[in-house]
């Protein structure tokens, strides 16, 4: 079987219409405007968290958790590398962690202020198959290794979407899984390792097959369940949640692989943040006793986390199906994952050489109503993203083979910029051209995305992971029904993630993002936050 066509633009135009009828949950915006991602409680004592995304899934418990102890808390959402990086500069804003792994803890924790920290559950990092193709590639009832997997791509049987490596635990996991499966060994990985020809040529090969990035593993759970993929790479968890959502819509399920040679387990540790406040310690506490409660991990259990790595409750053991291929009897053997100077090299390699080129066409607003601090700030995240000496130290450097075009516009589209090459003089050279560009005129969003559109058609996109990158402070006149008449005629799935800045159109970008599969992010505080956060989605 060869790998189908994706979405026609009929099926885009009508999940557009579906997802803004029922406002799916967390599928399109990113909700980043300074106040928290999630709040609940009323108590004076506010506990400042921050999570990994797959933890939006006990929303409810932790709202139930903090009406029982009196507790306002809230929640920030952040990939397991951002939290890394805060833990770095003594994570200022937060008073508790709450990463996918416990890894990112141990990276981050430099100045040694996380204590009583715990894990609150475990989930296998596992690849969702639909249940028909694991049929088709004989992957039902027989264990699966990575290079059955690699196999598949080869031919050109499967692909599938996963988080970045660079900016998720679950693309992390499940990268150095591959190499740990592809060296033939369980642990112990070395710089050396990284530099065999065999591994090189595999992992590339391996990656290929990557058919949609995200920088978030609840997010890319939710762009499945609203496109026609093969398979994604996710938690256990996240796949049991994404098949409730598929049966109760009538859709086929995926069947769980779990690649024995290249598995890893998140551990999901809750810590506290010492900034020496004892009533806020306190807090976190009554918190982690609370969700670490017999009442509690049963509530957790039921979302499909494991509270024991082997075995489920009885209670809850109908969660866990195993004609999803949940298998809770068998002995899991994870990988161990390498040294931190191991690790980082693996990442950075992953980034500049062995995941598939990005293709990204940055649509950027230069109207009238960007002069000022407008373009000010515009032009320092493109700094932050083109100047490689920048991008790398938030793991978003060119790779190889990249390709990156600037639109430049405002009531119309006033110049194409390209780089030479994905070298880091091409790209600087090509920041220099950005930094020159000039405000006047209104805005036309539209114009910029289709021509955007236009370029993309030109490549063979099957070889990129592309990304059209809309930056704007305005408002379009409403040209959407045309936009997206276009958008079916080019018949390609390319998502066209938003940043919003000063009095943007919120409505008209997250119609784009929704029909086009991506997501609103909010510059209004930080345009070179929201400019990373965007970059990592490819």
């Known amino acids: 079987m060869k790998i189908r066509k994706r979405l026609t633009g009929i099926l885009c135009l009508g999940l557009s219409i579906l997802l803004f009828g029922c406002g799916s949950k967390n599928t399109s915006v990113d909700t980043d405007n300074g106040a928290a991602d999630f709040t609940a409680g009323k108590g004076k004592t506010v506990l400042r968290i921050l999570s990994g995304s797959e933890n939006r899934e006990l929303e409810d418990i932790i709202a139930d958790c903090a009406n029982k102890e009196n507790i306002k808390i809230e929640i920030d959402y952040k990939g397991s590398i951002d939290i890394m990086r805060e833990l770095k500069d003594g994570a200022p804003d937060y008073d508790a962690v709450w990463p996918a792994s416990s890894i990112w803890i141990s990276l981050g924790d430099e100045k040694h202020l996380v204590k009583h920290n715990a894990s609150v559950s475990l989930t296998p990092v596992v690849f969702g198959i639909r249940k028909s193709l694991a049929q088709e ?42 190499l740990y499966a592809l060296l033939g060994k369980q642990d112990g990985m070395t710089l050396g390792d990284l530099e065999n020809k065999d591994l090189q040529i595999q992992i590339q090969e391996l990656l290929s097959g990557v058919e949609r990035s995200s920088g978030s593993s609840d997010w890319l759970k939710e762009l499945f369940l609203t496109r026609d993929y093969d398979a994604m790479v996710n938690y256990e968890c996240l796949i049991i949640d994404a098949n409730e959502q598929l049966e109760k819509e009538n859709k086929e399920p995926l069947y769980i692989v779990y690649p024995y040679d290249g598995l890893s387990i998140a551990d999901s540790p809750l810590g506290y943040v010492d900034h020496q406040d004892k009533a806020k310690e306190e807090a976190f506490l009554a918190v982690k006793q609370y969700l670490l409660s017999e009442k509690a991990q049963s509530a957790i259990e039921a979302t499909g986390r494991r509270i024991s790595i082997n075995s489920v409750s009885e209670k809850n053991a109908d969660i866990f199906r195993s004609d999803w291929g949940v298998d809770t009897k068998r002995i ?82 006033k110049d194409v910029l390209y780089a030479a090459d994905s070298s880091a003089e091409a790209l600087e050279e090509l920041y220099r051209q950005v930094e020159k560009q000039e405000t006047g005129g209104g805005t036309n969003i539209y114009a910029a995305v289709e021509e955007a559109l236009k370029l993309a058609s030109d490549y063979e996109l099957s070889q990129y992971t592309p990304a059209v990158i809309l930056m704007t402070d305005g408002q379009s006149r409403n040209y959407m029904d045309e936009f997206a008449e276009s958008y079916k005629n080019y018949n390609l799935d390319i998502p066209v993630f938003s940043i919003t800045f000063g009095d943007a159109d919120r409505e008209q970008l997250e119609e784009i993002t929704v029909l086009t599969g991506a997501r609103v992010f909010d510059g209004t505080e930080n345009l070179s936050e929201a400019f990373r956060s965007v970059k990592g989605y490819n």
Request: glycine content about 8%.
């Open 137 to 178: 590639l004989g992957f039902i009832g027989r264990d699966v290794s990575v290079q059955d997997i690699l196999a598949a791509i080869r031919e050109g049987e499967m692909s599938f979407c996963m988080t970045s490596a660079t900016q998720s635990n679950s693309g992390a996991s499940s990268y150095i899984g591959f």
């Open 332 to 413: 899991l053997s994870p990988i161990q994952m390498p040294e931190a100077e191991v690790l980082m090299k693996a990442l950075n390699i992953y980034q500049t050489n062995f995941k598939k080129p990005s293709l990204n066409i940055y649509c950027l607003d230069f109207s009238g109503s960007m002069s000022g601090d407008g373009q000010v700030q515009l032009k320092q995240a493109m700094e932050q993203i083109l100047i490689q000496e920048n991008a790398e130290k938030n793991l978003l450097q060119a790779n190889e083979g990249e390709v990156n075009i600037v639109i430049i516009f405002d009531s119309e589209v």
